[in-house]
């Protein structure tokens, strides 16, 4: 078995939603605000989530404060969380690029998904899709592939940094279209990688599907062509999958959970 494979079955696995106390009988939890790291800059999928999820938690659980910390593809701030004092008041939004590609491709990873994190729930999923700015020469994926056949090297994708999951769906798409000769642009989130395709710097990238992202789309600002899920998307019915517009096997969907240090205690009827 695979160490991908164990790590999902590990998450998968994992025990209920914590509403870790840890301090003293005296003091219920949350006794002061809640710092969500988000381990991307603001405007991508990630922060988009981690705001919804503060905003639903926000009566039952208080002030819960989102800090962003890109860079180095997401690392930095898992480390961070990793490393925090495990008493509930440090948690991550965490998704398969934390815990699942990271810890693959990194030579050295900085953070153990499973050993180093305790989980709290793994609460949504979303559909990744391949998405232009309206002035590239394609309306639809087969003529966006044709396009990058006749003009090797000169097309560019934004991803949200190396080993996030709209890096390895890029190059997932690249491969299975036959061998695109379309090179990587980089960025500290999908916030700063999805203004630079908006502003028309870059034209291809593949964004999570969220609300916003189908605003952009819906707006003019983006084109989706295709969405890497095994169905058409409910709310784009009207765009086809990626393995219906001939790329069979492009399927890429993105889990996202709260986690938070190892040690983090679990609901207690004394907190």
């Known amino acids: 078995m695979t160490r991908g494979r164990l790590l999902v079955i590990a998450l998968a696995a994992a025990g209920a939603f914590l509403m870790p106390t840890g301090l003293s009988a005296q003091e219920r939890y949350p006794a002061r605000p809640i710092r969500l790291v988000v381990a991307s800059a603001a405007g991508g999928v990630h922060d988009v989530i981690g705001r919804l999820w503060a905003n639903k938690l926000k009566a039952a659980l208080g002030t819960i404060v989102i800090d962003n910390r890109g860079g180095a593809g997401g690392t930095l701030g898992v480390g961070e969380v990793a490393r925090a004092q495990a008493d509930g008041y440090t948690l991550l939004l965490g998704s398969?690029?934390?815990?699942?590609?990271?810890?693959?491709?990194?030579?050295?990873?900085?953070?153990?998904?499973?050993?180093?994190?305790?989980?709290?729930?793994?609460?949504?999923?979303?559909?990744?899709?391949?998405?232009?700015?309206?002035?590239?020469?394609?309306?639809?994926?087969?003529?966006?592939?044709?396009?990058?056949?006749a003009n090797p090297g000169r097309l560019s994708y934004a991803h949200a940094g190396v080993g996030s999951v709209s890096h390895v769906a890029s190059e997932m798409l690249k491969q299975l279209a036959g061998g695109l000769d379309i090179f990587p642009v980089p960025y500290k989130g999908m916030g700063p990688a999805q203004a630079d395709v908006i502003s028309g710097n870059v034209a291809v990238f593949l964004p999570n599907i969220t609300g916003q992202v189908i605003e952009l789309?819906?707006?003019?600002?983006?084109?989706?062509?295709?969405?890497n899920a095994p169905a058409r998307h409910p709310a784009l019915p009207e765009i086809p999958t990626a393995v219906e517009a001939g790329v069979a096997g492009m399927i890429v969907q993105n889990f996202f959970g709260i986690f938070g240090p190892a040690g983090t205690p679990k609901a207690s009827s004394t907190g």
């Open 217 to 227: 789309h819906r707006t003019g600002k983006i084109r989706i062509l295709a969405v």
């Open 96 to 149: 398969n690029s934390t815990h699942i590609l990271h810890p693959l491709i990194a030579r050295q990873p900085i953070y153990d998904a499973i050993r180093d994190f305790e989980v709290a729930s793994i609460f949504a999923v979303t559909a990744s899709s391949v998405a232009v700015h309206p002035a590239a020469p394609a309306r639809t994926l087969e003529e966006l592939i044709a396009h990058a056949k």
